[in-house]
């Protein structure tokens, strides 16, 4: 956004409203391009742990409580079902793991499965557990997050307008 008509404390007003907005903006296009790339990563998750009824994943809103971004397969059953843009209210029904970047980074947001499925979990020689499972995805979550972190605002180039422009 830029203004040329602007003086003083108004110019000042208006870079200080463009660089919220644009930071919102960044916000909002990374977690929109997070939700994209979680549903396939729990997608597989359901396919590798078949003991793993369901999952989701979710982000922290701005006190700390993680609202519910996708959920795959069945509902993920805490003090209430995890919904799509609802809370998620964690208890000991649900086992959550960080998605973090280099595990020491901020944390991007959670993944979350039914307890009983990682109580149950063996240990097995030859195939991974459901918490090792969830553990790689979120490992993959992070690694994502990396990249799109790097990427930066890369507006949604896909609309009519745009390929007409480029022929």
């Not at 660089?19 to 919102?24: D, R």
């Not at 979680?38 to 742990?49: C, D, H, K, N, Y």
């Not at 799509?84 to 959670?110: L, M, N, R």
């Not at 979120?138 to 930066?152: I, Q």
Request: proline share 2%.
């Amino acid at each position: 956004m830029q203004s040329g008509e602007l003086s003083g404390d108004a110019q000042a007003a208006f870079e200080g409203i463009a660089a919220a907005l644009s930071a919102a903006l960044e916000v909002s296009e990374f977690r929109r391009k997070m939700v994209v790339c979680s549903q396939v990563a729990l997608q597989g998750l359901l396919r590798r742990a078949t003991d793993v009824k369901g999952v989701y994943f979710a982000f922290c809103d701005l006190g700390g409580q993680q609202v519910c971004s996708v959920v795959k397969g069945e509902v993920v059953e805490g003090k209430e079902p995890a919904e799509v843009g609802k809370s998620v209210s964690t208890s000991s029904k649900i086992q959550t793991q960080a998605v973090q970047p280099g595990g020491t980074g901020p944390i991007v947001g959670f993944l979350g499965v039914s307890s009983a499925v990682v109580e149950q979990a063996e240990i097995r020689l030859h195939a991974d557990t459901a918490w090792d499972i969830l553990q790689d995805v979120a490992d993959t979550l992070a690694n994502v997050a990396t990249a799109l972190t790097a990427e930066g605002l890369m507006m949604d180039q896909s609309s009519s307008d745009y390929t007409a422009r480029e022929v």
